[in-house]
């Protein structure tokens, strides 16, 4: 053998980091060596990135593309409570007047509000257990019916059924507005529900502008009057009552989630029950 390739190093992967270290080897072998180590750093690294880049890229995308606010669940609920709310809008400055031209006094107008202050107030904690406990959908609904009722009372010709009137109503309002909120919780993407809120104050305002101003002036048009007030009221509050049927449904609630699918039945018994829109619960049990 040679004296060339007895002096010949070993190649520059079989190197010993020692050697490497203390200079026991040749500033050429040396440096291919750091060459193959920096490279093999480099690939290993471009392959860690590679294979965290599509998940990378799914959490930017779906970060960059927020929940879809006006849905139709949403929509409907917006809509609904609408139609509340412009039944309030409509009787507000409708009721003292009517008051007024029975022969009434200004107290007893002011008494006929209290009446319906007060139970509103004091039954919302028992609708807000009956949006736990049975469904929310079914209270804003409720509340939709008493509105009805409560309109209609007023066409009596008495001045005692004002008071009836404002008692049913009063419920009514506090139905309304316990099932509103309640569905605009399951309604709104968690992560635009600030938003959401802004568009239902938003909506319920509408009812305020328009409304009243309606009502004052189908009391003075001719062949109108405070009936004509009183069945349109009753009317625009009975028409809610379908939409909040809608948004009791699976088909609504699925949407966002809170409904079963149409295959959970095919999961098998032990599948959870999941709630609906309206915040009841239906569990998905095989037969």
Known sequence: MSLSQQESPPPASR???????TGQVGFETGHNTM???VSDFQRSLFMTRQSRLPA?????RAQARPESLWTPAFSLL???VLLGHAHQSLLTPTVPLYVHDKGGSAFLAGLTLLTFSVPSFLVRPLFGFLADAWSAAGVLALGLLLLAVGGLVYL????????????????GWAGVNTG??????????TSRRGEASGYYSGVTSCAGILFPALALWLIN????GFNLVFLLSSGVAMTGLPLTYLLSRPAIGQERGFAPRANDSDAGSDSAAEPYLDGSTHGSVSH
């Open 15 to 21: 190197l010993d980091w020692t050697n490497l270290i």
């Open 35 to 37: 060459k193959t180590i």
């Open 56 to 60: 990378v890229a799914i959490e930017a």
């Open 78 to 80: 917006c809509l609904t």
């Open 156 to 171: 009596a010709p008495f001045l005692v059924m004002l008071f009836l009137a404002a008692v049913i109503r009063g419920l």
């Open 180 to 189: 509103g909120y309640t569905l605009l919780a399951f309604a709104a993407p």
């Open 221 to 224: 048009a001719p062949g109108a």
